[in-house]
């Protein structure tokens, strides 16, 4: 069986590693320091997370007393907080990361046919397919939500300013900035992160569909180099397997 050009598996993740070089969870080789990388994003994550939340948590901690308050304001700073706690855990186990995703385009992960490319497509189609219909639906209750909002001449998230946000034009900047921070816990962050760990269960999938097909191709002459190829082959993807899911083990715990 004769290899075809190298697939690059990491171009089906494409988007997601743009997004999180965007957020600041993609650095370089050498991992954090010191350097434009690391102020551009922690200040990207000030504007558009830390002030929404550190802004809603006061709220919250100064009318604990007011059920509308406490409705409006407590399951977005939860779910703003555990936005912070990925962030966290993808940043400490980054490296890791990239090396395990660097290892899907060893010799021993790559297609033998263009019926192999054919056959793992449907796949990664619906894989890309599902990301698309999540980020339509993320960017749709975004625009319902501004819509709403500017209607009715209201924040859509209950948090305190140091200033009056019901004057223009400190209302209209305040509601686009929530509105902004909304979008970037929605999509930058939880959607990316959350199809970035799919993706580990797509790439098993299409592994063992590439090993199946492989077992199949073999024939009498050279079936002993053959199978030797396929036991390494096995190999590889349960220890890349276990590795995977332990990192993912790691990232939502």
């Not at 988007?15 to 993609?26: D, E, M, P, R, T």
């Not at 809603?56 to 703003?80: C, G, P, W």
């Not at 004057?167 to 209209?172: D, F, L, T």
Request: hydrophobic fraction near 50%; glycine fraction near 4%; charged fraction near 15%.
């Amino acid at each position: 069986m004769s290899e075809t050009v190298k697939y690059d598996w990491l171009s089906i993740i494409k988007i997601n590693i743009w997004n999180f070089k965007l957020v600041g969870l993609w650095p370089g080789d050498e991992g954090y320091k010191l350097d434009f990388y690391l102020l551009r994003s922690s200040i990207i994550v000030f504007v558009f997370a830390f002030i929404l939340t550190g802004g809603q948590t006061l709220k919250l901690m100064n009318h604990m007393t007011d059920l509308e308050v406490v409705a409006r304001t407590a399951y977005m700073i939860i779910s703003f907080w555990l936005m912070f706690a990925k962030m966290y855990s993808i940043a400490r186990n980054i490296q890791p990361l990239r090396k395990l995703l660097r290892s899907l385009n060893d010799d021993i992960f790559q297609v033998r046919t263009q019926e192999q490319i054919d056959n793992i497509s449907p796949s990664i189609r619906i894989w890309n397919i599902t990301y698309i219909l999540i980020t339509a639906c993320i960017a749709s209750s975004v625009t319902f939500w501004a819509i709403f909002s500017f209607s009715n001449r209201r924040l859509p998230f209950t948090s305190w300013y140091p200033y009056n946000t019901t004057v223009s034009p400190m209302y209209e900047v305040t509601c686009i900035h929530q509105l902004a921070s909304l979008f970037f816990q929605a999509y930058v962050v939880d959607i990316n992160m959350d199809t970035f760990i799919a993706a580990f269960s797509l790439y098993a999938a299409v592994q063992f569909d590439i090993l199946c097909d492989n077992v199949k191709r073999l024939k009498p002459e050279g079936f002993r180099e053959g199978l030797i190829s396929c036991v390494k082959h096995h190999r590889a993807i349960v220890k890349y397997v276990t590795a995977g899911f332990t990192m993912i083990i790691v990232l939502t715990n």
